[in-house]
């Protein structure tokens, strides 16, 4: 039995990994400028179509498809951002919040209908030639694709850590979630800060999908998914609280894979839930405080 429930924890850290990485993006956005886009999920998914997409037509392998997807998104995200999420700036960081829950909601919908007229509400899968392959350490199996898939998502959010403790414009990024006025009072222009962290934030939830679509097939149906999974990350984590967000999700994959070897698959959503419903009304900006 200790065999067996020592493989379900590595399996559900390897999960963990992309939970945390597909939430980090979120609590960016979220902390720098205090909306919540609940369409997150969807941009994920859009990552991962980048990468069948570029796998199908030209066998461009997904951990490379990674860097492609993430610069798509960003441009998406700045799209989005100007056009229906650049007023809510102005607004009240609770009726941002409230209103960008809404606008959230209607993109979701539309990104995901517009996913299905585009490529068919079949899944697609990536299947590269290391797909199955595996690594035995003892008793447990680990697969590589998996694997390389939290090797990753650990140097992205060291990648992130760097650009947001050691650039100019991380820190004007830092400074604007800190304090809005002390920033507009320095010269720093919170309006570009606001369009870098939002499109940021998609970037990472491109590189997200991409790395998803490695070991998971890719639907219009799958944003709602990582949507929830996001949304429970950084509760668990603290809203804006980047490192936090991605040990939350380590933490979710790990309670998810343990719950459903003790309890049964059924209940692995449950426990997620769970602690998310427990967290939020306890302390409803998460166990650790935003940063």
Wanted: aromatic share 10%; hydrophobic share 55%; charged share 10%.
């Amino acid at each position: 039995m200790t065999s067996v429930l020592l493989q379900n924890a590595v399996f559900g850290l390897l999960l963990g990994g992309l939970y945390g990485l597909g939430a980090v993006g979120l609590s960016l956005v979220f902390g720098v400028l205090a909306v919540l886009n609940v369409a997150h999920g969807e941009l994920i998914m859009l990552g991962g179509y980048v990468s069948v997409w570029l796998f199908t037509l030209w066998r461009v392998d997904p951990f490379v498809s990674a860097l492609v997807a993430g610069p798509v998104l960003f441009l998406v995200g700045a799209v989005l951002f100007r056009l229906f999420f650049r007023r809510l700036v102005s607004f009240a960081e609770d009726d941002r919040i409230k209103t960008s829950i809404l606008i959230g909601f209607g993109l979701a919908l539309v990104v995901q209908t517009l996913a299905i007229l585009a490529w068919g509400a079949d899944e697609r899968a990536v299947t590269p030639p290391y797909a199955g392959t595996v690594m035995t350490m003892g008793t447990v199996v680990v697969p590589l694709s998996r694997l390389g898939a939290l090797g990753l998502a650990f140097l992205v959010l060291g990648g992130v850590h760097l650009f947001l403790t050691r650039t100019r414009v991380g820190t004007a990024l830092r400074a604007t979630a800190d304090d809005e006025q002390g920033a507009v009072l320095v010269g720093i222009p919170i309006g570009t800060a606001y369009l870098r962290a939002f499109a940021l934030g998609s970037a990472l939830a491109g590189v997200a999908g991409a790395l998803v679509s490695v070991s998971d097939a890719v639907s219009p149906a799958i944003g709602l998914h990582w949507t929830l999974k996001a949304l429970i990350v950084i509760v668990l984590g603290g809203m804006g609280n980047i490192f936090g967000t991605f040990m939350a999700g380590l933490f979710l994959g790990l309670a998810e894979s343990t719950s459903g070897f003790l309890l049964g698959n059924a209940y692995r959503e449950v426990v997620g839930l769970m602690l998310f419903l427990l967290v939020l009304s306890i302390r409803p900006r998460g166990l650790l405080t935003r940063s």
